[in-house]
């Protein structure tokens, strides 16, 4: 999966919850992005990272927030998970060539 | 808003046919196009790109068009085989984002 983890690969937690999804890199990337993929959305932007310390939103960023401390890592945290963020969650770097590379995704049950 | 969409959700092919995946897109600043795999239980996976002054561009057993006048975006598979199931999702780009369509379902008949 071109240099890129995610972990947990699962994750089921209740409402109300905090939840943080991690996405590892090793090929020194300055882009990263995370996206949730639902049945009938395709793949929506949640948030991405052009840089260390450096952040935006995307699409659909509310009820997230996200981390990059180091180039390596990018963090998504579900401040208090609710039902509506049961997903699948990919994380993806840019390559030089502007080609996004995914992760091989985390599927996360909010009960 | 600007959106990306595939005029259809599945597509049946016979195994040995040639597939043609189609894919509208609104948002005509838009300066890069990608096409992306999508296997059950994994990450999507890149296919090929085509750049907004390109018209055509070929790989292994596939083609990118794109017809920049209609805004649309195809993506034609030689000889389809069985490993070629899969969902597949066009997505367009500008200023270091992607946005992807809902995808298309392609099932191969043996």
């Known amino acids: 999966d071109a240099g890129i983890t995610q972990s947990p690969r699962h994750k089921v937690t209740e409402t109300g919850t905090p939840v943080t999804l991690r996405c590892h890199q090793t090929e020194n990337h300055r882009y990263m992005y995370w996206y949730r993929q639902d049945p009938g959305h395709g793949l929506r932007l949640i948030h991405y990272?052009?840089?260390?310390?450096?952040?935006d939103k995307g699409e659909v960023s509310d009820g997230y927030s996200v981390s990059r401390s180091k180039t390596e890592d990018f963090l998504l945290t579900l401040e208090s998970a609710t039902s509506s963020q049961t997903s699948v969650y990919f994380c993806a770097i840019r390559d030089s060539k502007e080609k996004l590379f995914f992760g091989s995704g985390t599927q996360l049950s909010v009960l | 808003g600007e959106s990306v969409g595939l005029h259809l959700p599945t597509l049946s092919v016979q195994e040995g046919d040639n597939s043609i995946i189609n894919c509208a897109y609104s948002?005509?600043?838009?300066?890069?196009f990608i096409w992306y795999k999508q296997e059950s239980g994994k990450g999507p996976q890149f296919i090929i790109d085509?750049?907004?002054?390109?018209d055509k561009r070929q790989g292994q057993r596939v083609t990118v068009l794109l017809n920049k006048t209609v805004k649309h975006l195809s993506l034609q598979i030689a000889a389809t085989q069985p490993g070629d199931s899969a969902v597949y999702f066009c997505?367009?780009?500008?200023?270091?984002?992607?946005?992807f369509g809902a995808g298309t379902t392609v099932t191969v008949r043996a």
């Open positions: 085509i750049r907004s002054n390109m």
């Open positions: 948002n005509s600043a838009s300066d890069y």
């Open positions: 997505a367009e780009g500008n200023d270091y984002k992607l946005s």
């Open positions: 990272s052009y840089g260390v310390k450096d952040t």
